[in-house]
């Protein structure tokens, strides 16, 4: 995968979004396995309601996995300089996440060219799920 | 309330083999279509050692032992009453199946809002190799509802 080129890109420009299927019980099922992350407020519903949440939900890093497809998918990973999320609202079972990416600045740092990606996981009704940033090396 | 002492706090670090397997189940657990991420042809073709972990995976390689809740325990908060507030990762190098990768978090911060209805606690984790090389940093905010 060849890097996108510093002079290409623009402000402005939007990354190719990624579109995921409807989250399941059985998706956070083996997220739980495949992540490590046993807490059992996102499998099991009797813990979840003994803590006051109507259900499970999705664990946060999951759609952070998912944003993080949408990155790799524009640029390699070797490319990724910093990559952080706020999870500002709760991800709940059947919301389908769409990931989105922005540039918003372009850069030299180190004497390397690099992007700032303003980052979005959004459900089906546009509500924002997880909002978050990175930066990216690009060609020069 | 989380008592503020614990600023500064070490915990433990851990030490995790990076398992190919476990890259594999978590390609197919968040439904990864790069096959970079878990055919090793793929990984090899690309430039790749070995398979590599994907850019959150380190978060995953600190839950990797016995108690993965321990440091909850240890500041006295209920595990139900938790919730992941924000995540940062810096990158300085590849993480990749075989490598044995050693976490250690710090405690940096703890502070509230709403008159204590909600608390964040702020972990900063290195991420080195088995060759003392530091991969990454994790920056992990955590939001307990009192």
């Known amino acids: 995968m060849n890097l996108p080129n ?127 940033e990175a930066v990216v090396a690009l060609g020069h | 309330m989380i008592d503020r002492k614990f600023i500064g706090h070490r915990f433990a670090p851990s030490s995790v083999e990076v398992e190919k397997g476990q890259l594999k189940f978590f390609a197919l657990a968040t439904g990864t279509t790069d096959p970079v991420y878990f055919d090793e042809a793929a990984a090899r073709q690309a430039g790749h050692p070995a398979l590599p972990a994907p850019p959150t995976f380190a978060f995953s390689l600190g839950l990797a032992k016995p108690d993965p809740f321990d440091w909850i325990k240890e500041l006295d908060i209920d595990l139900g009453r938790v919730l992941h507030g924000e995540q940062k990762f810096e990158y300085f190098g590849q993480i990749y199946a075989g490598d044995v990768i050693t976490l250690q978090a710090e405690v940096v911060d703890i502070y509230d809002k709403k008159n204590g209805a909600l608390e964040f606690l702020v972990q900063r984790t290195t991420v080195t190799n088995q060759r003392q090389e530091l991969v990454g940093v994790m920056t992990s905010s955590t939001v307990v509802r009192n």
Not at chain 1, 21 to 46: E, M
Not at chain 1, 80 to 99: E, G, H, M
Request: net charge neutral; with cysteine.
């Open chain 1, 6 to 132: 510093f002079d290409s890109v623009q402000v402005g420009d939007m990354l190719p979004p990624l579109q995921k299927p409807p989250i399941t019980r059985h998706t956070l099922a083996l997220f739980c396995g495949a992540s490590n992350d046993h807490n059992p407020i996102h499998v099991d519903i009797d813990f979840a309601r003994a803590a006051g949440m109507p259900d499970v939900f999705a664990h946060g890093m999951l759609s952070m996995a998912y944003l993080g497809q949408l990155l790799t998918h524009w640029v390699p990973q070797s490319a990724l300089r910093s990559f952080a999320v706020r999870f500002s609202s709760i991800t709940q079972l059947k919301d389908s996440i769409t990931c989105q990416g922005r540039i918003t600045e372009k850069f030299v740092d180190n004497g390397e060219h690099r992007a700032r990606i303003e980052l979005k996981a959004v459900n089906q009704d546009n509500d924002v799920k997880l909002i978050g």
